[in-house]
Each structure stands twice: as structure tokens, then as C-alpha cells.
């Protein structure tokens, strides 16, 4: 019987081996999208697979800049893939291969096109390794120009280099599907000469000394976003230490720091502790600090190991600390809700101040956002647009939500809400809407009235969060 002569039923039954005959047959191989359509970067991340695991190998000069580095990267097909792309800006590649076979590649732009020499299977595992080199650069990033920046990503100073990354910088420096919903674990190899140290995220499982140079291996077991993978490379001083329940602390800081400006991140382990009484048990599997001698514009919360620019203090301390929960663990499904990173984490310095100086403290800082956001008329901390994502909306009204979700529910409904959405969203990513649906869930009634006050009203609200409720209920 010729083809053309099958009924449509009979088609319908055809075993499975024919469906790719079938134009738009969900399992047949086509190419992963180029991007996830997020609303603030175009071309950021890519569809048809979830990574699972990146290796890094990076071979780095201190003297030039270059690098030379292989990215293993395990994923998984979401549908049948005969192409697929990952986010890298700058840089060369030299070969690809998928599950061990060479394949072809072009790299425009952001975009790495990658053709498999036979299609991937939709659900299947599969590993992609792409050799690169060159001199790293800042990826553009329209997310931090209200920071005074171009660009993120590979930071390359007098002292060494060190990597911030958020929103988009990652790709400046391996290939990656570079957007907060696809989490992964990571390891990092990498190989510098002396006297440099290299401090990266998770723990430093090796370190290995071939005379002139050292390579450091360092494995992330806990999944990441890629906006929060570092690897810093500088002549480091370093003290190793624990929290009273074992986990590994670990604080590096260029020679010559003084004790006064360590003092504070001396004093972690008392922070994990009243913020793991709050939020739940500190969520990964180590933490610490990278303290840098320049000023890079800030810190950053790079999951287990914040960067910090010279000059941090204990404030500054308490809010990439807090990311960790808020943020890191609890990541944001599109870079819209960037309130539910930074507003948390300014709200989690108050109540750290709140703890150490009393609650007189945490009404000033309550006051003091108010009075910010009233008088620069301040928008809605959600969706402020890419060039506001680091900025009042998020880093003044985002905290005032939370107070007034605070004074409406009470203290002990609050710590509730914080902890259960630790629990809920563990390891993976939620939005605003899920946050709304899980404070009414606690609460046990609608809050309207706070949310369409504080986080979706253009006007600030003209008085302060009233205390309605006695704090514990
Ligand atoms: N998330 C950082 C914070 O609030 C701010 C930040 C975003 C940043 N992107 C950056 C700092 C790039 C330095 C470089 O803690
Ligand atoms: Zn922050």
C-alpha cells in the first residue's frame, strides 16, 4: 500500500517508529528554542533541556587574562532535540561534542548553536562538552546600570579577577543555559600559578600542587542558578572555621586587612544562627566570604560564598546571608520578581538589627524606606522594569511588603509564612503570585489589602505599616 493511500485513523495507529513522519509530533527532534521569552532579556536562556550538572576545567593566566577552559555540561531532553543552543558571549570554541561525538556548532552573539550528529531522544540524558578559550569579558547587563555598571560577569582587577554575575554575566564565562529556572550542580577545576588562591562555591574537595602552579577543585552539590556560580582568583588570606552545628565556614581576604573590617564577618556563625531560628536551618552545604581589595559596586550573594566589595560591613553581612534563603534556595521564576530576592534581604538586615539593637531600630528602617519611597514617588516593587531591578522599588517599597504583611498577620503568622515558603519552594524557584496564595494560606483569610497597598499600588501608601495586631498573637 502506498503511503499516500493510509487513512487518517490508521495513521493514528502507526507504531511510534513512524510518528517522526508526523510534521508536528511532539516527540519528533526539532530545535530547542533559543530563548525562555523572558520579558527583561532577550535571548537569555534556551528550551529542550534541563541541565543537571556543569563541570568547568579552567586553565587560567594571571599575567594575560585568557583562559582555557572545557565545559561538561550534563542535561536532560524536555522534547526530541536535533539542535539545541547555550548562552556564551565572547570567548571562541574550538569543538563540541555530544555524548562523545563531535559535533557541529556555530556561536553568534549570545547564542551557541549546537547540532548533535544524531538527534537526542525527548527524556533522554545527555552530555555536551565544548572546548573554549580566550579573555573573558563583562557580558552586557541592562539590569545594573542603575549600580553604575555595564556589564557582569568576569571581574578583572589590579588583584585578581572575581566573579559577579547577576543578572546575565555568566555567560561571559562558560556556556550555560543562563536563567534563574534551571538549576544546577556545579564543579570548578581549576588550575592558576602561585601565589594565587582560587575560592569558588560549595567545597574545596582537592587541591592539588604541580610546583609553579596549584589546581583547586571545588564541587557545589546544592543546585544553582548560574547568575550565583564565582570563581575568584587572588592572593588570599584564609580562616576556616565552623558554626556549632558543623558547617564549614570559610572567610578569605586579601593580606592586610584589619581586623576591624573582619570583625564582622568573624561574627557569621551568630548570624546563621538567629536567621536559621527565624527562616529555618541555614539551606546549603557550606558558607563564607570573599572579601576583594577593590570596589567592584557592591556584593553579591554567589550561593555558599558572597563577594564583597573592600569596605562591607555587618549589614551588608546579614542581607547576602539572607539571600541564601531568599534568593538562592528560593530562587525567582523570572527576573520581574526581583522584590522577592531584595526585598527580603533588606528586610532580613532590619531584623538582624532588630535582634542586636532593639526594635526601636527596626522602626527607623521602616521609616526611613517609607520617607524614600514617598518622596522620590518610588513604583510597585513588582515588575519595575530591567533598568529598576536594583533599585528603590525593590530595594525600598520591596521590605515595607513585608513589614505590613507583618503588622497585618502578626510576628508569629509571619516567621510561619518565611519559613513555610523555605519548605514549599526548597531548591527551586516561586513568584509573587505563590507568595500571595501561601501568606492567605497561613493566615487563613485574604490579605488584599496589604498586597494591593504595598506591592501593587504605583502610589506609596501615606502612612507607614500600622501595628494592627498585637506581635504575638
Ligand atoms: N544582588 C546584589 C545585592 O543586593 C546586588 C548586585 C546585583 C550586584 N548585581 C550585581 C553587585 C553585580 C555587584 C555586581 O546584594
Ligand atoms: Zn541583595
Redesign the pocket.
Known amino acids: 500500500m502506498r503511503p499516500d493511500m493510509l487513512s487518517t485513523a490508521l495513521l493514528l495507529t502507526l507504531p511510534l517508529v513512524f510518528s517522526s513522519s508526523v510534521a508536528d509530533d511532539e516527540d519528533s527532534p526539532r530545535h530547542g528554542a533559543p530563548d525562555l521569552g523572558d520579558a527583561y532579556f532577550p535571548g537569555l536562556g534556551n528550551g529542550g533541556y534541563d541541565v543537571k550538572h556543569y563541570d568547568l576545567v579552567l586553565d587560567v593566566d594571571m599575567e594575560t587574562g585568557a583562559i582555557e577552559a572545557t565545559a561538561t555540561i550534563d542535561a536532560q531532553a524536555t522534547h526530541g532535540l536535533d539542535a539545541f543552543n547555550l548562552d556564551l558571549w565572547g570567548l571562541k570554541v574550538s569543538g563540541v561534542t555530544v555524548e562523545g561525538v563531535a559535533a557541529e556548532f556555530a556561536h553568534d552573539g549570545l547564542e551557541l548553536t549546537i547540532a548533535p550528529d544524531s538527534a537526542i531522544v525527548s527524556g533522554a540524558d545527555f552530555r555536551t562538552q565544548i572546548v573554549y578559550a580566550g579573555v573573558p569579558d563583562l557580558a552586557p547587563?541592562a539590569?545594573?546600570s542603575s549600580?553604575g555598571?555595564k556589564g557582569?560577569g568576569w571581574m578583572r582587577r589590579e588583584s585578581g579577577v572575581f566573579v559577579?554575575?547577576?543578572?546575565v554575566?555568566a555567560s561571559g564565562w562558560f556556556p550555560c543555559n543562563d536563567h534563574p529556572i534551571d538549576k544546577a550542580t556545579m564543579s570548578f577545576t581549576v588550575t592558576v600559578a602561585k601565589p594565587y588562591t582560587v575560592a569558588a562555591n560549595g567545597i574545596l574537595v582537592e587541591e592539588t600542587d604541580s610546583g609553579d602552579a596549584r589546581t583547586f577543585k571545588w564541587r557545589a552539590n546544592d543546585p544553582m542558578a548560574t547568575y550565583l556560580a564565582t570563581v575568584n582568583i587572588a592572593e588570599l588570606e584564609l580562616e576556616v572555621s565552623e558554626t556549632e552545628s558543623g558547617l564549614p565556614l570559610r572567610l578569605y581576604y586579601p593580606q592586610g586587612t584589619t581586623d576591624k573590617s573582619l570583625e564582622p564577618f568573624r561574627r557569621t556563625a551568630d548570624l546563621i544562627d538567629h536567621f536559621s531560628g527565624l527562616f529555618g536551618e541555614y539551606p546549603f552545604e557550606a558558607y563564607g566570604a570573599v572579601l576583594t581589595k577593590e570596589g567592584?559596586?557592591?556584593?553579591?550573594?554567589s550561593q555558599t560564598l558572597?563577594?564583597y566589595?573592600r569596605g562591607a560591613g555587618e549589614g551588608?553581612l546579614a542581607?547576602?546571608l539572607a539571600?541564601q534563603w531568599f534568593?538562592n534556595c528560593v530562587g525567582i521564576e523570572a527576573w520581574e520578581d526581583m522584590w522577592l530576592?531584595?526585598g527580603f534581604?533588606v528586610y532580613a538586615s532590619w531584623l538582624w538589627r532588630e535582634h542586636t539593637v532593639g526594635p526601636e531600630a527596626i522602626e527607623k528602617s521602616v521609616e526611613r524606606a517609607h520617607r524614600w519611597a514617598k518622596q522620590a514617588e518610588i513604583g510597585p516593587p513588582v515588575d519595575p522594569g530591567v533598568g529598576a531591578v536594583?533599585g528603590g522599588a525593590t530595594?525600598g517599597r520591596g521590605p515595607l511588603v513585608l513589614h505590613a504583611l507583618r503588622m497585618e498577620v502578626g510576628d508569629e503568622r509571619f516567621f510561619q509564612i518565611l519559613r513555610t515558603w523555605v519548605k514549599r519552594y526548597f531548591n527551586s524557584t516561586a513568584t509573587s503570585a505563590d507568595f500571595i496564595a501561601l501568606s492567605e494560606e497561613v493566615a487563613g483569610r485574604e490579605l488584599d489589602g496589604v498586597f494591593d497597598a504595598w506591592l501593587f499600588s504605583e502610589t506609596v501608601p501615606a502612612d507607614v505599616p500600622a501595628n494592627d495586631v498585637p506581635k504575638s498573637e
Not at 164 to 167: L, T
Not at 296 to 301: F, H, I, M, Q
Open positions: 547587563d539590569s545594573v549600580m555598571m557582569t559577579m554575575s547577576e543578572c554575566g567592584l559596586g557592591g556584593a553579591l550573594e558572597p563577594v566589595s551588608t542581607h547576602e539571600h534568593g530576592n531584595e534581604a536594583f530595594y
